[in-house]
């Protein structure tokens, strides 16, 4: 039979994951001739041969890929036989690169592992062992191309027989751009917080792991940033760590060597086990075994824990001499500012804090904190996604033109997205502080030059006050669109679920805090939503917060603001509330309300959670973000009595739309304090206003027609909340969509923020 040519674009994650070699093998293998070219985010193929070996070839292409390669589309025509003969790996040049696609950071494979304990291997003992299949990618890339010089390795010219492997299309390490050796790699050592080296190379690991034994707290350099680590057995080290680091209860991710340790004090629900193994390697939030065999300090009131498996070859030496071993590992930061990713900052800002640092010398080119899975009913919920994830790219359902969004304040990413693909960045944190704020700027630029994406229209939030907003405002000038938060929520949650442009859906979100388009603070509301636009339906009852903000930190007050007119100011004082000034602030808050001074509006659902939290005596002064609604959560879940509260629904005053009436359900939970239990109270708090919400949904969908009904916000990550709410919709014939591959927290805000921007001239 005669030869044919065929000409292929293969468009996806094809770079730096050993793809075209991948090809090369193939190719040879089928007896084809023809070349492999790079072009960014598409690899160019041509294939002569006998038409039999181009189908089996073709065929064979999907199935046989690399792990870490992700085909999104292959494009393949006919073209005139040219008559190669052989098959090349054409060099990459230099040029166009937009929508090149970077791997994200993968944990060591299993086949570099096991080199790494092989004492016959030139890799023994080797902590930065990679290959094409495994290894850091994203922290390591300053610029595209994604050549080694491009890259923090190029500090680490290759020796003779690294070099032999990394051109050798036949070897697993053929243009893996992070491949060394001990002979030309980076270096690992123990220092003491003064700087002074202790031991290199296996030693140094060995070392670092018998001071974790004994109850030493070191700071470990990663791939994307420094982690804190102690003992997680015992208590000691981790109280004493709390005590350095001033969270007295901020829970902590644990690392254990395998999912046969982890079993020693977490539930491993099928879900879970995928994600905590995956080579991802993401923190996976678990339920805490009811033989919780570590120290108890370590997620302390809280039903669960984050756990995760060592993913760096420094990681999994750290339990060659103590496999049964579990350390608390937690990113080296100040709460809310940047990880931090330099030796000597780590020196300087980790001193009184870690005993020892064991440190490396290979630069952090992007920081990037480890991603956070949580399964809420029966699917992955992002806390956050950073490590592992990032910057894959997320596909969207229409095309759009190239923007960005800054995202909002608190957990906030930034977005650049253009065409049908959309590029998140890593967590970055709360952007009012200064630190973190130049940290964002650096995320902008390094997420454009990455993906080669130039904004054109840039998203940002409504309230003007945030330095998101106004840095959007200063870059992007007449062609900024300010997008409401909720709606934001939305549009990314719309985007997630692959909906298509002219999509209308009931969205429920529910979160902290938003800026509103009436001059309140929202947070629990129901739209009906469209890409391009949406109307306020209904929402919580707006509530006196009093002091603004001091509610978050402080839930007690809003306790009094959302009671104040029901009870006396006598039943007020019996209840379990505390507050940071004592009696003084109880006093202070009640004549604030008395006067209507310095009271803020809002039908946040966050704080009303918070409040029951409060009220019921298990938090009453937050000490990290999120911490009275989990510890409510926790709470519930030792529920042994169904109490039902009141769910009254009644018109808004201000905006005049349906509103639950939140004061109800916490009036009905005050007046059995005493006969059930605060865990009875907590769950029929979470109960009530899930269905409450939900039943409301339910009934304005039905009114205008709508057929979706999605939830997003903060709130969502309440495995209760979010399984009742789903009950409810799903009783009225609907699926409630939740987000899938986005947080349903503050982290998709950016990605809303983008999509309406580059949607804005679309029709
Ligand atoms: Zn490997
Ligand atoms: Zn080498
Ligand atoms: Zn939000």
Same mark, same amino acid.
């Given at each position: 039979?005669?030869?044919?040519?065929?000409?292929?674009?293969?468009?996806?994650?094809?770079?730096?994951?050993?793809?075209?070699?991948?090809?090369?093998?193939?190719?040879?293998?089928?007896?084809?001739?023809?070349?492999?070219?790079?072009?960014?985010?598409?690899?160019?193929?041509?294939?002569?041969?006998?038409?039999?070996?181009?189908?089996?070839?073709?065929?064979?292409?999907?199935?046989?890929?690399?792990?870490?390669?992700?085909?999104?589309?292959?494009?393949?025509?006919?073209?005139?036989?040219?008559?190669?003969?052989?098959?090349?790996?054409?060099?990459?040049?230099?040029?166009?690169?937009?929508?090149?696609?970077?791997?994200?950071d993968?944990?060591?494979?299993?086949?570099?592992?096991?080199?790494?304990?092989?004492?016959?291997?030139?890799?023994?003992h080797y902590p930065f062992t990679v290959?094409?299949?495994?290894g850091p990618r994203y922290t390591t890339v300053r610029?595209?191309?994604?050549?080694?010089?491009?890259t923090t390795m190029a500090d680490f010219p290759?020796?003779?027989?690294?070099?032999?492997?990394?051109?050798?299309?036949?070897?697993?390490?053929?243009?893996?751009?992070p491949?060394c050796c001990k002979k030309c790699g980076p270096e690992i050592w123990l220092s003491d917080p003064e700087g002074n080296v202790l031991a290199r190379g296996y030693e140094a690991i060995a070392e670092a792991s018998d001071f974790l034994?004994?109850?030493s707290i070191v700071s470990l350099k990663g791939f994307g940033g420094f982690h804190i680590a102690c003992?997680?057995?015992?208590?000691?080290?981790?109280?004493?760590l709390?005590?350095r680091l001033?969270?007295?209860?901020?829970?902590?991710?644990?690392m254990?060597?395998?999912?046969?340790?982890?079993?020693?004090?977490?539930?491993?629900?099928?879900?879970?086990?995928?994600?905590?193994?995956?080579?991802?390697?993401?923190?996976?939030?678990?339920?805490?075994?009811?033989?919780?065999?570590?120290?108890?300090?370590?997620?302390?009131?809280?039903?669960?824990?984050?756990?995760?498996?060592p993913y760096t070859g420094t990681q999994n030496l750290l339990?060659?001499?103590?496999?049964?071993?579990?350390y608390v590992l937690t990113s080296a930061n100040l709460?809310?500012r940047p990880m931090v990713v330099e030796n000597k900052e780590a020196l300087e800002k980790l001193k009184g804090i870690v005993d020892f640092h064991l440190l490396h010398n290979r630069v952090i080119a992007n920081r990037n904190d480890d991603?956070?899975?949580?399964?809420?009913?029966?699917?992955?919920?992002?806390?956050?996604?950073s490590r592992?994830?990032?910057?894959? &790219?997320? =596909?969207?359902?229409?095309?759009?033109? *190239?923007?960005? +969004? /800054? !995202?909002?304040?608190?957990?906030? @990413? %930034?977005?650049?997205?253009?065409?049908?693909?959309?590029?998140?960045?890593q967590?970055?944190g709360?952007?009012?502080?200064?630190e973190t704020?130049s940290y964002?700027?650096e995320v902008?630029?390094h997420?454009?030059?990455?993906?080669?994406?130039?904004?054109?229209?840039?998203?940002?939030?409504?309230?003007?006050?945030?330095?998101?907003?106004?840095?959007?405002?200063?870059?992007?000038?007449?062609?900024?669109?300010?997008?409401?938060?909720?709606?934001?929520?939305?549009?990314?949650?719309?985007?997630?679920?692959?909906? &298509?442009? =002219?999509?209308?859906?009931?969205?429920? *979100?529910?979160? +902290? /805090? !938003?800026?509103?388009?009436?001059? @309140? %603070?929202?947070?629990?509301?129901?739209?009906?939503?469209?890409?391009?636009?949406?109307?306020?339906?209904?929402?919580?009852?707006?509530?006196?917060?009093?002091?603004?903000?001091?509610?978050?930190?402080?839930?007690?007050?809003?306790?009094?603001?959302?009671?104040?007119?029901?009870?006396?100011?006598?039943?007020?004082?019996?209840?379990?509330?505390?507050?940071?000034?004592?009696?003084?602030?109880?006093?202070?808050?009640?004549?604030?309300?008395?006067?209507?001074?310095?009271?803020?509006?809002?039908?946040?659902?966050?704080?009303?959670?918070?409040?029951?939290?409060?009220?019921?005596?298990?938090?009453?002064?937050?000490?990290?973000?999120?911490?009275?609604?989990?510890?409510?959560?926790?709470?519930?879940?030792?529920?042994?009595?169904?109490?039902?509260?009141?769910?009254?629904?009644?018109?808004?005053?201000?905006?005049?739309?349906?509103?639950?009436?939140?004061?109800?359900?916490?009036?009905?939970?005050?007046?059995?304090?005493?006969?059930?239990?605060?865990?009875?109270?907590?769950?029929?708090?979470?109960?009530?206003?899930?269905?409450?919400?939900?039943?409301?949904?339910?009934?304005?969908?039905?009114?205008?027609?709508?057929?979706?009904?999605?939830?997003?916000?903060?709130?969502?990550?309440?495995?209760?909340?979010?399984?009742?709410?789903?009950?409810?919709?799903?009783?009225?014939?609907?699926?409630?969509?939740?987000?899938?591959?986005?947080?349903?927290?503050?982290?998709?805000?950016?990605?809303?923020?983008?999509?309406?921007?580059?949607?804005?001239?679309?029709?």
């Amino acid at each position: 039979m005669q030869n044919e040519a065929r000409l292929l674009h293969v468009t996806g994650t094809v770079q730096g994951v050993g793809f075209r070699p991948f090809i090369y093998q193939l190719a040879k293998a089928h007896g084809l001739f023809g070349y492999v070219k790079n072009l960014g985010n598409h690899v160019e193929i041509l294939i002569e041969g006998s038409p039999e070996s181009l189908e089996k070839f073709l065929k064979e292409l999907p199935e046989k890929k690399p792990p870490l390669a992700k085909v999104t589309e292959i494009r393949s025509k006919n073209v005139p036989f040219s008559g190669y003969s052989k098959f090349v790996i054409v060099p990459s040049e230099s040029g166009v690169f937009e929508n090149s696609i970077i791997p994200p950071d993968t944990a060591i494979c299993e086949d570099c592992k096991s080199e790494i304990f092989d004492p016959s291997s030139r890799y023994y003992h080797y902590p930065f062992t990679v290959c094409t299949n495994c290894g850091p990618r994203y922290t390591t890339v300053r610029k595209l191309p994604y050549d080694r010089e491009n890259t923090t390795m190029a500090d680490f010219p290759l020796c003779p027989e690294c070099q032999l492997e990394y051109t050798d299309p036949l070897n697993r390490r053929y243009h893996a751009q992070p491949v060394c050796c001990k002979k030309c790699g980076p270096e690992i050592w123990l220092s003491d917080p003064e700087g002074n080296v202790l031991a290199r190379g296996y030693e140094a690991i060995a070392e670092a792991s018998d001071f974790l034994q004994q109850g030493s707290i070191v700071s470990l350099k990663g791939f994307g940033g420094f982690h804190i680590a102690c003992n997680a057995r015992k208590e000691e080290p981790v109280k004493e760590l709390r005590r350095r680091l001033k969270r007295p209860e901020q829970p902590f991710a644990v690392m254990a060597k395998n999912t046969g340790v982890v079993e020693s004090f977490a539930e491993l629900e099928c879900s879970g086990r995928e994600y905590l193994t995956s080579r991802r390697r993401p923190v996976t939030v678990l339920p805490k075994s009811k033989e919780f065999n570590l120290a108890e300090s370590a997620s302390p009131g809280l039903h669960n824990i984050g756990v995760m498996l060592p993913y760096t070859g420094t990681q999994n030496l750290l339990f060659d001499r103590e496999s049964d071993a579990v350390y608390v590992l937690t990113s080296a930061n100040l709460p809310g500012r940047p990880m931090v990713v330099e030796n000597k900052e780590a020196l300087e800002k980790l001193k009184g804090i870690v005993d020892f640092h064991l440190l490396h010398n290979r630069v952090i080119a992007n920081r990037n904190d480890d991603t956070v899975i949580r399964i809420v009913n029966g699917k992955p919920a992002f806390i956050r996604r950073s490590r592992g994830f990032v910057p894959e &790219p997320i =596909d969207l359902p229409f095309d759009i033109e *190239a923007s960005i +969004g /800054v !995202g909002a304040e608190m957990n906030s @990413t %930034v977005t650049v997205a253009k065409g049908k693909l959309a590029y998140i960045s890593q967590y970055i944190g709360n952007t009012s502080h200064l630190e973190t704020f130049s940290y964002h700027l650096e995320v902008v630029q390094h997420m454009s030059r990455l993906t080669g994406i130039e904004p054109i229209h840039w998203g940002c939030d409504l309230h003007p006050a945030f330095n998101t907003t106004r840095f959007a405002i200063k870059m992007g000038k007449e062609n900024t669109l300010p997008v409401q938060h909720h709606h934001a929520h939305m549009l990314a949650l719309m985007a997630d679920n692959s909906l &298509p442009q =002219d999509s209308r859906m009931l969205g429920i *979100a529910l979160d +902290g /805090v !938003g800026y509103g388009t009436d001059g @309140t %603070v929202w947070g629990g509301e129901l739209f009906e939503s469209s890409y391009f636009g949406y109307e306020r339906l209904g929402h919580l009852l707006p509530q006196p917060m009093p002091g603004g903000d001091l509610v978050s930190k402080v839930p007690s007050r809003g306790v009094l603001g959302i009671l104040f007119e029901r009870l006396q100011r006598t039943e007020l004082e019996k209840l379990p509330l505390s507050f940071p000034q004592g009696t003084q602030e109880f006093s202070a808050v009640m004549k604030q309300l008395e006067r209507g001074v310095n009271i803020f509006q809002s039908s946040s659902t966050g704080r009303v959670l918070d409040s029951a939290a409060a009220m019921l005596g298990i938090c009453g002064i937050r000490t990290y973000e999120g911490e009275p609604a989990m510890k409510l959560e926790s709470a519930a879940k030792k529920s042994t009595h169904i109490v039902d509260l009141p769910i009254v629904f009644r018109e808004a005053g201000k905006s005049g739309l349906p509103a639950l009436d939140t004061t109800e359900l916490l009036l009905g939970a005050y007046e059995l304090l005493g006969k059930y239990s605060s865990a009875d109270l907590a769950f029929a708090v979470e109960e009530s206003l899930s269905k409450g919400i939900s039943e409301l949904a339910v009934s304005l969908a039905a009114k205008r027609g709508l057929e979706k009904i999605g939830l997003s916000g903060g709130v969502a990550y309440n495995e209760h909340i979010t399984s009742c709410m789903a009950g409810t919709v799903r009783e009225a014939g609907l699926e409630l969509l939740t987000h899938r591959q986005v947080p349903c927290g503050d982290g998709c805000i950016s990605f809303g923020q983008a999509l309406a921007a580059g949607m804005r001239t679309n029709p």
